[in-house]
């Protein structure tokens, strides 16, 4: 069996519109209805493009000069999707789609699209969309946000986007990127709908259409049969799909041009005028095994693999050329080596294109500032009584941290046009812990509105949104929750400036309530005190601030990042103390803050001190910072010893340089960190002062157990306490 299959389906199709050799539709009924020639002619030529970039690409691969061989061959069918959807028709697209992006990057003139796609392939620092960072299907001004190897995580986006079209118009947002009449398409494989990513975006679309919400798009479910080397059970597609309230379902022949094309168009009249989602079920195949690693002959028989070749995709055209006349078997062969030629002259100039070399290179694009307009100015304070209602008298008394972030928010609201508050509860009830409540009365339902019980789907409609012009402040109920749904941000939101040189962003403020001391709340989905997931992820920012005063500082900051430079910020929220009022004693309202004044902010990086003792800096945030105030007081008070708290309150960007300067010539450096020790803030914090503070203190960190947390009584088993911290100091002291 010859196991190099893509010289075999190279040869097959030259040999087989030679002798005239084509097979049979898989139609019962021959589409008859009449398309313009030229059309099918397009089609078919960037049928042919697509092919001969699979092709090329896996030779070039074993010169060392390719990297990515994932082809979409078997998939060349969907290039009529490139053609019969605008240009504006924002599309998230699956990893084969090749033909997709040429067929839609050629119907705009200038676009070079052969050579971008080979820049692509190549890795070359000149790729146009991710500068050489991944192959990917991408173009700013053909509005396809680039994706990397997609399986399902890109599905919530592209439902989010959908919802965010009509709202935006509805809202006369002035800043929406999508025309009001426009609608999304997203593809993906059929293995894809596993995927919990997948489900999480079905049930969002259909639950949101269910209540009246308009989502335009298409899900094209490009279906070949198989997901790597797992079969994809017979006639499973259509019987999970076909049946589903609200959502139509169309089914039609990848293989067939004709077909794709009827069906194509009825799929897009019907989503654009009905702004409801609609299932586009491609059935296809899959040519050259799954990527050019895999050796298809270990899971299909040399039957099985030859049934698929005699199916080619461009076989099924060609037949279709020759029966209409639009091509002889002479041109269609010679058409194919001249466009083997074209194509490899390309890839071989792109190849020797610039590639990154150094990390800095790499590095350019985590952050991308996508210098937008400065935001809005501050509403007037009549505007500001409007929105506050009866509570714009209450801005000067001093309130806790629950309070001043409603403060916030209603500010944020009023300030930015296209903010957008969302997630569980968050709207009637007003949160779990009444953060939003008030909100939605104030700025309706449109802009303040609940979200299914799905965090997936909260960060998914957050970037999709985002994409839209909107300023997503999205909630994920519980620290602990946000586990459910983790790639959405490491996967999707952190990696779009770097895999698109800052062409697209998703600016967003994702806030969650989290982190320990709460008694009444037990077990590792509601007390979880690790932030270690957001750590390793680049570019993003991380707040925690320790008050309501530093709270709306930072919020006003993550706001405006996100509006002007397209950030994304995790504001994570101690709920232990969003109902603190007191400090030292009861009654001594030392944690209650005034409303600040609407420009106040607190920049990145900054983080507050208190004391000036030089005997001991306690380095902390969050429920540290507020313990290690207590344990401060009390170690000068009982015990005549003075030190300074740093409450650090951005995670992310810190600034090393300013933290080691305010620690300064301090003997002694304790590390109070609330979070488990394992993977901690804290143990990066050790090694940063050990190796910048040239006159070597002693360095200890008081970190939480390596445990989760238990109910009642016990929640601060495993935790810093007042005690302990006073403990641990007086030891270093000592």
């Given at each position: 069996?010859?196991?190099?299959?893509?010289?075999?389906?190279?040869?097959?199709?030259t040999?087989?519109i030679?002798e005239?050799?084509?097979?049979?539709?898989r139609?019962?009924?021959?589409?008859?209805?009449?398309?313009?020639?030229?059309?099918?002619?397009?089609?078919?030529?960037?049928?042919?493009?697509?092919r001969?970039?699979?092709?090329?690409?896996?030779?070039?691969?074993?010169?060392?000069?390719?990297?990515y061989?994932?082809?979409?061959?078997?998939?060349?069918?969907n290039?009529?999707?490139?053609r019969?959807?605008?240009s504006?028709?924002m599309a998230?697209?699956?990893?084969?789609?090749?033909?997709?992006?040429?067929?839609?990057?050629?119907?705009?003139?200038?676009?070079?699209?052969?050579?971008?796609?080979?820049?692509?392939?190549?890795?070359?620092?000149?790729?146009?969309?991710a500068g050489?960072r991944?192959?990917?299907?991408?173009?700013?001004?053909?509005?396809?946000?680039p994706?990397?190897?997609?399986?399902?995580?890109?599905?919530?986006?592209?439902?989010?986007a959908?919802?965010?079209?009509?709202?935006?118009?509805a809202l006369?947002?002035?800043d929406?990127?999508?025309?009001?009449?426009s609608?999304?398409?997203?593809?993906?494989?059929?293995?894809s709908?596993?995927?919990?990513?997948?489900?999480?975006?079905?049930?969002?679309?259909l639950?949101?259409s269910?209540?009246g919400?308009p989502?335009?798009?298409?899900?094209?479910?490009?279906?070949?049969?198989?997901?790597?080397?797992?079969?994809?059970?017979?006639?499973?597609?259509?019987?999970?799909?076909?049946?589903?309230?609200?959502?139509q379902?169309?089914?039609?022949?990848g293989?067939?041009?004709?077909?794709?094309?009827?069906?194509?168009?009825?799929?897009?009249?019907?989503?654009?005028?009905?702004?409801?989602?609609?299932?586009?079920h491609?059935?296809t195949?899959?040519?050259?095994?799954h990527?050019?690693?895999?050796?298809?002959?270990?899971y299909?028989?040399?039957?099985?693999i030859?049934?698929?070749?005699?199916?080619d995709?461009?076989?099924?055209?060609?037949r279709?050329?020759?029966?209409?006349?639009i091509?002889?078997?002479?041109?269609?062969?010679?058409?194919?080596?001249?466009?083997?030629?074209?194509?490899?002259?390309?890839?071989?100039?792109a190849?020797?294109?610039?590639?990154?070399?150094?990390?800095?290179?790499?590095?350019?694009?985590?952050?991308s500032?996508?210098?937008?307009?400065?935001?809005?100015?501050v509403?007037?304070?009549?505007?500001r009584?409007?929105?506050?209602?009866?509570e714009?008298?209450?801005?000067?008394?001093?309130?806790?941290?629950?309070?001043?972030?409603?403060?916030?928010?209603?500010?944020?609201?009023?300030?930015?046009?296209?903010?957008?508050?969302?997630?569980?509860?968050v709207?009637?009830?007003?949160?779990?812990?009444?953060?939003t409540?008030?909100?939605?009365?104030?700025?309706?339902?449109?802009?303040?509105?609940?979200?299914?019980?799905?965090?997936?789907?909260?960060?998914?409609?957050?970037?999709?949104?985002?994409?839209?012009?909107?300023?997503?402040?999205?909630?994920?109920?519980?620290?602990?929750?946000f586990?459910?749904?983790?790639?959405?941000?490491?996967?999707?939101?952190?990696?779009?400036?770097?895999?698109?040189?800052?062409?697209f962003?998703?600016?967003m403020?994702?806030?969650?309530?989290?982190?320990?001391?709460?008694?009444?709340?037990?077990?590792?989905?509601?007390?979880?005190?690790?932030?270690?997931?957001?750590?390793?992820?680049?570019g993003?920012?991380?707040?925690?601030?320790?008050?309501?005063?530093?709270?709306v500082?930072?919020?006003?900051?993550?706001?405006?990042e996100?509006?002007?430079?397209g950030?994304?910020?995790?504001?994570?929220?101690?709920?232990?103390?969003?109902?603190?009022?007191?400090l030292?004693?009861?009654?001594d309202?030392?944690?209650?803050?005034?409303?600040?004044?609407p420009?106040?902010?607190?920049e990145?990086?900054t983080?507050?001190?208190?004391?000036?003792?030089?005997?001991?800096?306690?380095?902390?945030?969050?429920?540290?910072?507020?313990?290690?105030?207590?344990?401060?007081?009390?170690?000068?008070?009982?015990?005549?010893?003075?030190?300074?708290?740093i409450?650090?309150r951005?995670l992310?960007p810190?600034?090393?340089?300013?933290l080691?300067?305010a620690?300064?010539?301090?003997?002694?450096?304790?590390?109070?960190?609330?979070?488990?020790?394992?993977?901690?803030?804290?143990?990066?914090?050790?090694?940063?002062?050990?190796?910048?503070?040239?006159?070597?203190?002693?360095?200890?960190?008081?970190a939480?157990e390596?445990?989760f947390?238990?109910?009642?009584?016990?929640?601060?088993?495993?935790?810093?306490t007042?005690?302990?911290?006073?403990?641990?100091?007086?030891?270093?002291l000592s």
């Amino acid at each position: 069996m010859e196991f190099n299959r893509a010289k075999v389906v190279d040869k097959n199709f030259t040999a087989a519109i030679t002798e005239g050799r084509f097979p049979t539709s898989r139609l019962r009924a021959e589409a008859t209805y009449h398309y313009n020639d030229d059309l099918l002619a397009g089609l078919f030529e960037a049928q042919i493009i697509s092919r001969q970039f699979d092709l090329k690409a896996r030779e070039m691969k074993e010169r060392d000069a390719c990297f990515y061989t994932i082809g979409s061959s078997g998939h060349e069918g969907n290039c009529v999707f490139g053609r019969l959807f605008r240009s504006d028709d924002m599309a998230f697209l699956h990893y084969r789609s090749a033909a997709f992006f040429i067929e839609r990057t050629r119907k705009s003139p200038g676009r070079t699209p052969l050579y971008d796609l080979a820049l692509s392939f190549v890795s070359s620092s000149e790729d146009p969309i991710a500068g050489g960072r991944h192959k990917v299907f991408g173009s700013s001004e053909m509005a396809m946000p680039p994706q990397t190897s997609t399986v399902a995580s890109h599905i919530p986006k592209a439902v989010g986007a959908a919802i965010s079209i009509d709202r935006a118009a509805a809202l006369n947002l002035e800043d929406r990127i999508l025309d009001d009449d426009s609608i999304i398409i997203c593809s993906f494989g059929d293995a894809s709908l596993n995927h919990a990513a997948a489900l999480s975006a079905f049930n969002t679309a259909l639950w949101g259409s269910h209540h009246g919400v308009p989502v335009p798009i298409v899900f094209l479910c490009e279906d070949n049969g198989v997901g790597i080397s797992v079969e994809t059970p017979s006639n499973w597609i259509e019987s999970t799909y076909s049946g589903r309230t609200g959502l139509q379902y169309i089914q039609c022949d990848g293989l067939h041009l004709i077909d794709l094309l009827e069906k194509g168009t009825a799929a897009e009249l019907s989503v654009r005028r009905n702004r409801k989602p609609i299932f586009l079920h491609m059935k296809t195949v899959r040519l050259l095994g799954h990527a050019g690693s895999d050796i298809e002959s270990t899971y299909h028989s040399q039957q099985e693999i030859e049934m698929a070749e005699m199916n080619d995709p461009l076989l099924h055209s060609a037949r279709i050329m020759r029966e209409r006349n639009i091509m002889s078997t002479e041109e269609m062969a010679a058409l194919y080596e001249s466009l083997r030629q074209q194509v490899s002259a390309v890839f071989e100039h792109a190849s020797s294109r610039p590639k990154l070399k150094t990390a800095e290179d790499v590095m350019t694009t985590i952050l991308s500032p996508r210098g937008g307009s400065d935001s809005p100015t501050v509403p007037s304070e009549q505007e500001r009584k409007k929105c506050f209602g009866k509570e714009f008298s209450r801005l000067g008394e001093p309130q806790h941290m629950a309070k001043l972030i409603n403060y916030t928010l209603t500010d944020l609201l009023a300030r930015y046009p296209g903010a957008v508050v969302f997630g569980e509860d968050v709207g009637r009830k007003g949160g779990v812990y009444h953060v939003t409540a008030g909100l939605q009365k104030a700025f309706g339902p449109r802009r303040v509105f609940d979200s299914p019980l799905d965090e997936t789907s909260i960060i998914g409609t957050a970037i999709g949104m985002a994409h839209n012009g909107f300023l997503p402040i999205a909630e994920i109920q519980f620290l602990a929750y946000f586990h459910n749904a983790e790639d959405q941000l490491r996967g999707e939101a952190a990696t779009l400036p770097f895999f698109s040189q800052g062409q697209f962003v998703n600016p967003m403020i994702l806030r969650i309530p989290g982190l320990a001391y709460q008694k009444g709340f037990g077990g590792h989905f509601h007390n979880d005190n690790s932030l270690a997931v957001f750590r390793d992820i680049p570019g993003i920012i991380i707040a925690c601030p320790s008050n309501g005063a530093d709270a709306v500082g930072m919020l006003r900051t993550a706001a405006r990042e996100a509006y002007e430079n397209g950030r994304v910020t995790v504001f994570v929220e101690p709920i232990a103390l969003y109902m603190t009022k007191d400090l030292f004693e009861n009654g001594d309202r030392g944690w209650s803050f005034t409303y600040p004044d609407p420009d106040d902010k607190i920049e990145l990086g900054t983080f507050a001190a208190y004391g000036t003792g030089r005997n001991l800096t306690i380095v902390t945030y969050g429920n540290g910072a507020y313990l290690s105030r207590q344990a401060a007081a009390e170690l000068e008070a009982k015990h005549r010893k003075k030190c300074k708290v740093i409450d650090l309150r951005w995670l992310a960007p810190m600034n090393e340089e300013n933290l080691v300067k305010a620690v300064g010539k301090s003997a002694n450096i304790l590390i109070v960190e609330e979070c488990r020790r394992t993977g901690s803030l804290g143990e990066a914090l050790v090694g940063l002062f050990a190796q910048r503070c040239a006159h070597h203190p002693v360095i200890q960190l008081h970190a939480a157990e390596d445990s989760f947390i238990p109910l009642g009584v016990a929640a601060t088993a495993t935790l810093p306490t007042k005690e302990t911290i006073l403990t641990t100091a007086l030891e270093i002291l000592s």
